[in-house]
């Protein structure tokens, strides 16, 4: 498909290519730290006191990592080309 | 014997005896603390509490009833550190922290690239987790009003520390430090291969994490009902759903993908070592007398109030995590040969 691209042409490409794999890598981290600040929100509020069900919540740092740690998973799982 | 295998095996050894320097330092710190103790921020004349930078804490040792009827705020009590009633679990997140760090991070030993980019990644990811720690460390001190800062803000200092350290090592690989393949995310591509790639649907995948995450929920919730788990449901469920997650990245998506190739193989070695590795630590448990806690069987934790086997939901579901990644670095991942009509990729 490709066999008529010119050296100039051929060179642009790579280019954008790369340019478009390093934006999507950006806004994949953006999701994730996205995710796990919504995750982290009741978490960290219900430990300080101000939530119901506190009780079910660990120590609020930590959960919210455990958190990040889910949805870097599953971001990196979904959004790899496997 | 396989390279890969040999690789895998000395990878897991150095790890463990890593772990083992980094849990022994944070119980060496416990320890000296001392029994009945508990470390405290040290105020000024005016009664505010003395920070350096606002970050770092002044500390200051003293009795717990001494502290409690001066109003101090209790930095840390002994165990706050390493977690040694639970030490099982809390060597397991480390564990993981270093396999990610040394085998999947650097390469170690085998396939070590990009020597002075990784490092310098680990310098950085180092100085973004005692950063972050200290910044929340602070937050959460100004909101603790009973019990000790360390315990409202981590559980155990180690936690926090491992958790962050294997965060922040996937965000900066995503963002491209020491990047090989920008195709490949750093924790679910251990077993990937062109066969898999054929698979290539979004939608598939989607189906199944959201069946995974399904699937993990209920062995959580049924570890909740056996009374084998720590009341923080959150924490339990949190660390199961992770690991569904991994296990579907590393052996493939559907059960029908679990067959291939050398996948049962590394089903059974994940499971067996898992096993292998509660029942190690059960027996250090009861070598040590209880100082080194496996969360099994333990007496500390039912004197605490909580069911004695408290800490089994959290062993299994961090070792599982462990020895994925560990049988994943062996090659036992590999689907083998592709189906003819696999090979469309």
């Not at chain 1, 919504?38 to 919210?64: C, D, H, K, Q």
């Not at chain 2, 001190?141 to 315990?151: H, K």
Request: aromatic share 8%.
């Amino acid at each position: 498909m490709c066999d008529n691209l010119t050296d100039e042409l051929e060179k642009r490409t790579t280019i954008l290519e790369h340019k478009v794999r390093t934006l999507r890598e950006i806004l994949s981290v953006v999701t994730i730290v996205t995710f796990t600040v919504l995750l982290g929100i009741p978490i960290v509020s219900s430990v300080v006191g101000v939530g119901t069900y506190s009780e079910f919540f660990g120590a609020a740092w930590n959960t919210t990592l455990l958190y990040g740690l889910l949805a870097a998973n599953t971001v990196g799982y979904l959004w790899s080309e496997l | 014997m396989d390279k890969k295998i040999r690789n895998t095996a000395i990878l897991v050894l150095t790890v463990f005896v890593v772990v083992a320097i980094q849990q022994g330092i944070l119980y060496a710190v416990d320890r000296s603390i001392g029994t009945g103790n508990v470390q405290v921020i040290v105020q000024d004349a005016n009664g505010d509490e003395e920070w350096t930078m606002g970050l770092i804490p002044h500390l200051q040792t003293m009795a717990r009833a001494d502290a409690l009827s001066q109003g101090m705020k209790i930095w840390a009590s002994p165990g706050d550190y390493s977690g040694d009633s639970v030490m099982g679990i809390t060597a397991a997140i480390a564990s993981v922290m270093w396999i990610v760090w040394l085998g999947v991070f650097l390469g170690f030993p085998g396939n070590i690239q990009l020597k002075k980019e990784r490092i310098l990644g680990l310098l950085g990811i180092t100085l973004l987790i005692i950063t972050l720690n200290l910044v929340f460390l602070r937050a959460i001190a100004d909101a603790t009003t009973s019990g000790s800062v360390v315990r409202n803000t981590a559980g155990h200092l180690s936690l926090a520390l491992n958790n962050t350290g294997i965060l922040m090592a996937i965000l900066m690989h995503r963002l491209g430090i020491g990047v090989k393949n920008p195709d490949t995310p750093m924790m679910p591509a251990l077993g990937a291969s062109k066969c898999d790639k054929a698979y290539g649907n979004f939608y598939r995948k989607f189906y199944g994490v959201m069946a995974i995450l399904v699937l993990t929920a209920v062995i959580a919730i049924i570890f909740q009902a056996a009374n084998a788990a720590i009341p923080e449901v959150a924490v339990d469920a949190s660390v199961w759903l992770i690991w569904g997650v991994i296990f579907i990245g590393h052996f493939g998506t559907f059960p029908s993908d679990w067959k291939l190739g050398k996948r049962p193989k590394g089903i059974v070695m994940m499971l067996v070592l898992t096993l292998l590795t509660i029942a190690g630590f059960y027996l250090m448990q009861v070598a040590t007398g209880e100082s080194i806690g496996s969360g099994v069987l333990e007496t500390r934790l039912s004197n605490a109030g909580l069911s004695q086997n408290a800490g089994l939901s959290l062993m299994m579901s961090c070792w599982l995590v462990f020895w994925t990644i560990a049988v994943g670095a062996a090659g036992y991942c590999d689907p083998g040969q592709c189906r003819p009509a696999e090979t469309k990729a």
